[in-house]
Nanobody, 126 residues
Framework: QVQPVESGGGSVQAGGSLRLSCAVY????????MGWFRQAPGKEREGVAVIDSAGRTSYTASMQGRFTISQNNAKSAVYLQMNSLSPEDTATYYCAASDRCGGSWPIFVAADFRYWGPGTQVTVSS
């Protein structure tokens, strides 16, 4: 079993930064792909960024340049550095893990990921 657990959410003013962390517990050797998704109230879950075991990254276009995904050497943790935050970034952010990235790389969707964390809330005020 694999269990991601997020941390680092909170409240920040527009223009500020936050760094989210996700620790992956369990059979971490199984994990070859990790990603971040988010879901705002009343909206569908959307992809933010994904990173594979080789360190390749892919971002949703609207977040590239502001957000940076990274992982530790053991591939047991993934991070999301978020800069220049706006109120539109307010959402619950979820960490996800899987044994492989989707076959449509660099496109990624929630269905590509089997294991999910409980989420961490990010609130950006204007």
């Amino acid at each position: 079993q694999v269990q991601p657990v997020e941390s680092g959410g909170g409240s920040v003013q527009a223009g500020g930064s936050l760094r989210l962390s996700c620790a992956v517990y369990g059979y971490t050797y199984y994990v070859q792909c990790m990603g971040w998704f988010r879901q705002a109230p009343g909206k569908e879950r959307e992809g933010v960024a994904v990173i594979d075991s080789a360190g390749r990254t892919s971002y949703t276009a609207s977040m590239q340049g502001r957000f940076t995904i990274s992982q530790n050497n053991a591939k047991s943790a993934v991070y999301l550095q978020m800069n220049s935050l706006s109120p539109e970034d307010t959402a619950t952010y979820y960490c996800a893990a899987s044994d492989r990235c989707g076959g449509s790389w660099p496109i990624f969707v929630a269905a590509d990921f089997r294991y999910w964390g409980p989420g961490t809330q990010v609130t950006v005020s204007s």
